[in-house]
């Protein structure tokens, strides 16, 4: 079988199990001729468990029209609101903090998320979660 050729790459966020045909993916599919509903049905199809949780998606079109898409890991600050138990991080982060993190949660989001991160190592990317739980205000304990 000859390969396909890819006419367009598209990254989108969108939320897990709940995507709907409106925007940002119906506009972002439409421009490329592409089939919005049946990539609405199986990417929610494939990310039901995830419960509306922000996940992030690479569209590879075709010339076709035809589509295929990977599913990445939900953001680390999403993750890390989520075991902080917050709704958002702190608008002066280093000055205030407005919750705190265990270093298991970090090493369990760091897990999760290795696949996506730029790291090698669970520990390596526990110290980038670290960083970025730093940057929203979320304290890391012992």
Do not use: C, W
Not at 93 to 100: I, L, N, P
């Amino acid at each position: 079988m000859a390969k396909k050729e890819v006419t367009a790459i598209l990254k989108l966020q969108a939320p897990g199990g709940k995507a709907t045909p409106g925007p940002p993916i119906g506009p972002a599919l439409g421009q490329h001729g592409v089939n919005i509903g049946q990539f609405v049905q199986q990417f929610n199809a494939q990310t039901g468990s995830l419960n509306g949780m922000p996940v992030g998606v690479v569209i590879s079109i075709y010339a076709d029209r035809s589509f295929t898409f990977e599913i990445k890991s939900p953001p680390a600050a999403v993750l890390l609101k989520d075991a902080a138990k917050l709704e958002k991080g702190s608008g002066l982060a280093g000055k205030e903090t407005v919750g705190s993190v265990t270093q298991d949660q970090v090493r369990e989001i760091a897990e999760r998320k290795l696949a996506d991160l730029n790291a090698t190592t669970v520990d390596a990317a526990a110290r980038i979660v670290a960083g970025t739980a730093r940057s929203m205000g979320i304290e890391v304990l012992d």
